[in-house]
């Protein structure tokens, strides 16, 4: 490699993730696509392991998504954050593959405290109350919600997505955004409730 092609390979390195989707969809560039992969594949690959559960399947998982990416490039319209597309597709295939293989079950790890500084008081004591429910519990109680209320308070609470990104994500108004997660956590108490009645 000659110093031009090293100049242009270090320069290619320090683009957006959206200069080096452009050059995809528009030049075929091969090193913009390994880029794109380095980027993000560990994050897919996370993602999915935290469906699954299993890390076989989730490296799968990560190989399809990263083609259906591939495939789909020329359908971003750069109106949100790349990375925020391909957190929605990523979200979007697992639910997709777990509806399809409802015996793979997957458990939900812990969820973290809130981050967002400008959530409501409200959201704040709905987070502190999930928060109180022991680990294990949780994990037994996330296999009883459907993949769709088990993503958005994943992306949520284990994430520390904005209501703004998951508006993003599943190309919803924010009231319908709030709904979906107040539906979810009311369900996620009232199962907590009933599997443990006493001293829950």
Not at 63 to 87: E, N, Q, R, V
Not at 93 to 107: H, S
Not at 112 to 133: C, G
Request: net charge positive; glycine share 0%.
């Amino acid at each position: 490699m000659d110093l031009k092609e090293v100049t242009a390979t270090l320069t290619l390195e320090r683009e957006s993730d959206e200069q080096l989707v452009r050059l995809v969809v528009d030049k075929q560039n091969q090193y913009a696509i390994s880029l794109l992969y380095d980027r993000y594949s560990h994050k897919i690959f996370s993602r999915s392991l935290s469906f699954v559960k299993d890390r076989e399947i989730a490296e799968d998982l990560t190989h399809d998504i990263f083609m259906k990416i591939l495939i789909s490039l020329s359908s971003f319209k750069f109106k949100s954050k790349f990375s925020t597309w391909i957190y929605s597709i990523t979200y979007n295939y697992c639910v997709d593959y777990l509806r399809k293989r409802q015996k793979i079950r997957f458990q939900h790890s812990e969820f973290q405290k809130e981050t967002d500084a400008y959530i409501s008081d409200e959201e704040v004591a709905d987070a502190r109350e999930l928060q109180k429910i022991k680990v294990e519990r949780l994990m037994t109680i996330m296999e009883d919600i459907n993949p769709e209320e088990k993503m958005i308070l994943m992306m949520k609470y284990r994430d520390g997505l904005s209501i703004k990104q998951i508006q993003e994500i599943f190309d919803l108004s924010e009231s319908a955004v709030k709904m979906r997660l107040k539906r979810a956590k009311e369900k996620v108490k009232k199962i907590h409730v009933k599997k443990y009645p006493i001293n829950h």
